[in-house]
């Protein structure tokens, strides 16, 4: 058995907790906070057996993509606004973090 920690922006986390559903897979979803933009995240918590594995990752891989967003960096208060006016940059955003964990034992009460 193997525990999947899944962490994915929100934007994806509905999607991918519906398509876990469709395939059967069991999910406990938690509401994160994190990352450079300090953005709303999803974290999946998912025990499964060692050949399902794949296709978890699978499900994940094909609806967690990354992709280019316009942000604005903080001000920072200490610089005068006319010498240090910040410009939005464009960042990669979304993707997923996966994680994939021995589970020593396994009880559900």
Do not use: W
Not at 13 to 20: A, P, Q
Not at 26 to 55: C, M, P, Q, W
Not at 56 to 77: G, W, Y
Request: overall charge negative; charged content about 20%.
């Amino acid at each position: 058995m193997k525990l999947i920690l899944a962490i994915v922006q929100d934007k994806d986390g509905g999607r991918l907790s519906n398509e876990f559903v469709d395939a059967g897979i069991r999910a406990t979803k938690l509401s994160t906070t994190g990352g450079f933009l300090k953005a709303g995240n999803t974290t999946f918590i998912i025990g499964v057996e060692e050949e399902r594995v794949d296709d978890v990752l699978d499900l994940i891989h094909k609806n967690c993509q990354s992709r280019e967003q316009f942000m604005t960096p903080p001000v920072s208060l200490d610089v005068s606004m006319e010498t240090n006016m910040p410009y939005p940059v464009e960042v990669q955003v979304g993707g997923a973090t996966v994680f994939v964990l021995p589970v020593d034992q396994f009880q559900q009460f």
